[in-house]
């Protein structure tokens, strides 16, 4: 592998990993489909939804960890679908006990069903009381600036505003926002939710953001194996570029073959 690419990592809680690129598990045709796409997409980091997902705790049901090994993922808990700080906290734990002491999650509590919008109130309540139990967070969270900042002073490994709705696929809705979090955090940040093709992801690493983090652009495209490699070079081309540093935007052109010297 080559050197620059080795060191350019992206590390969440003490650990480093190869890939920018974070998947989830839901929504797809199957299980063999699931696994296809997560292992096309190159992503080392899968989020798991723990309310809607066996990983274990109903023993006459497929587990996703028959597809999808801990020793080869990072298996990342979430808590979708909580509504209230208690129901977050209470799925983490039932988390940490299915998979024997596991403290990485990811936390979103949701204020309304049709939205799928994040109850603030209730995540800066949540995350504090997992933090001080012990647990590594990565919170999805608007993109208020303010708020990102308190969730890190909490202690979050790792701060996760949406780029648009849940779902959504809007794409970037709000890249200045997510370029002050961005000037003001010391803790990762990865655009969580909005994502819906490639050129969606490439913007949010092209503004600076550590990772990206998708489910529904993939599960729902018409090829999920085919979009889930899409988004693999994406976001990778996004890394690149913005690590190149993109040229000025100018008003008028400036030829490429300047005219200035030329013999008459």
């Given at each position: 592998m080559n050197k620059s690419k080795q060191a350019d990592t992206l590390v969440i809680a003490g650990k480093s990993y190869q890939s920018r690129l974070l998947v989830g598990t839901g929504k797809y045709r199957d299980l063999a489909e699931t696994a296809a796409a997560i292992e096309a997409s190159g992503a080392e980091i899968v989020t798991v939804a723990v309310r809607r997902t066996n990983i274990g705790q109903n023993n006459d049901e497929p587990n996703l960890l028959d597809v999808l090994s801990p020793e080869k993922y990072t298996i990342l808990p979430n808590t979708a679908g909580c509504y209230t700080a208690e129901d977050a906290v209470r799925t983490c734990r039932l988390a940490r006990e299915l998979l024997d002491g596991h403290d990485l999650v990811k936390l979103e509590v949701l204020g309304d069903q049709k939205t799928l919008y994040p109850d603030i109130t209730q995540t800066l309540s949540a995350a504090k009381t997992l933090v001080d139990d012990g647990f590594k967070v990565m919170v999805y969270t608007s993109d208020d600036p303010i708020v990102a900042k308190q969730l890190e002073e909490i202690g979050c490994v790792a701060v996760m505003p949406l780029g648009a709705?849940?779902?959504?696929?809007?794409?970037?809705?709000?890249?200045?926002?997510?370029?002050?979090?961005?000037?003001?955090?010391?803790?990762?940040?990865?655009?969580?939710?909005?994502?819906?093709?490639?050129?969606?992801?490439?913007?949010?690493?092209?503004?600076?953001?550590?990772?990206?983090?998708?489910?529904?652009?993939?599960?729902?495209?018409?090829?999920?194996?085919?979009?889930?490699?899409?988004?693999?070079?994406?976001?990778?081309?996004?890394?690149?570029?913005?690590?190149?540093?993109?040229?000025?935007?100018?008003?008028?052109?400036?030829?490429?073959?300047?005219?200035?010297?030329l013999i008459s």
């Open positions: 709705p849940i779902g959504s696929g809007l794409g970037i809705r709000n890249p200045y926002n997510i370029r002050l979090i961005l000037e003001n955090a010391s803790v990762p940040i990865l655009v969580d939710a909005g994502v819906g093709t490639a050129s969606d992801a490439t913007v949010a690493m092209e503004l600076g953001c550590d990772g990206v983090l998708m489910n529904t652009a993939i599960a729902a495209a018409r090829e999920p194996v085919l979009m889930a490699r899409a988004m693999n070079l994406a976001v990778e081309s996004g890394r690149v570029a913005w690590k190149a540093g993109r040229m000025p935007r100018k008003l008028y052109a400036s030829a490429s073959s300047p005219i200035d010297g």
